[in-house]
């Protein structure tokens, strides 16, 4: 299957500080891009949809001047944790999927926040 | 109300045999797509397996196979010959649209295989 990349893979960061997630399709040209959060022992919830070139959808609920996200290009899109806090520590994934909807999203291997 | 669910929070099956993990969806939309996903203890996500809702016939993938009832919205995800590597979490997603929509996915089930 294709391949999207992700790193940090872990981070760790003061309360207060900001923090930018990459997600890349190494092997395909994304044309929209997703980010989710996951809890411990919970399911995956979708935060935002990102489209190449274009302002990102937030979900209802999600802060989109705490989580800035930029699709700058087909191959990446950043994920900017502004001001984290404690509560912002969490599993962030991306995932990625070509042009044609009936395509499989294919997802990164997360990021670990934990912010102190 | 939820559009994924999946009421088996915990399975355990004996390694070699077949396990089937339930999923039941709802959606107005007459094309969707089921997605069957992997999540290890590593946290990544690993695709299984894909039904579309004009698909005539159940996917099918090495030892995975997606049993699709669609009059009953069930998209189930069958095992078989269980090992023990296929302990972890699974969820089921679904898409709706034709366009590049997000999944929405379950609550997810824990499987542990037992030797």
């Known amino acids: 299957g294709a391949v999207v990349s992700q790193h940090p893979s872990r981070v760790i960061c003061k309360s207060g500080t900001s923090v930018k997630i990459e997600c890349r399709s190494l092997?395909?040209?994304?044309?929209?891009m997703f980010w989710y959060r996951q809890f411990p022992k919970q399911s995956l919830m979708l935060m935002a949809t990102s489209n190449e070139g274009s302002k990102a959808t937030y979900e209802q609920g999600v802060e989109k001047d705490k989580f800035l996200i930029n699709h700058a290009s087909l191959t990446l899109s950043t994920l900017t944790v502004t001001s984290a806090h404690p509560e912002d520590s969490s599993f962030y994934i991306c995932?990625?999927?070509?042009?044609?909807?009936?395509?499989?999203?294919?997802f990164g291997p997360g990021t670990r926040l934990l912010v102190l | 109300a939820q559009k994924i669910t999946q009421t088996q929070p915990g399975m355990f099956v004996q390694e070699k045999e077949a396990v089937t993990l339930d999923c039941t969806y709802d959606t107005s939309d007459p094309s969707y797509g089921l997605f069957w996903y992997k999540q290890p203890s590593s946290g990544e996500m690993i695709f299984l397996i894909y039904?579309?809702?004009?698909?005539?016939q159940n996917a099918t993938e090495g030892r995975y196979s997606l049993n699709f009832q669609k009059a009953r919205k069930s998209a189930n995800l069958v095992i078989s010959a269980s090992q023990l590597g296929d302990s972890a979490m699974y969820f089921c997603a679904m898409r709706e649209g034709r366009g590049n929509t997000p999944l929405v996915f379950g609550k997810g089930t824990r499987l542990s295989v037992i030797a």
């Open positions: 995932s990625a999927m070509g042009p044609s909807w009936q395509e499989t999203q294919y």
């Open positions: 039904q579309g809702s004009y698909d005539q």
């Open positions: 092997d395909f040209q994304a044309t929209t």
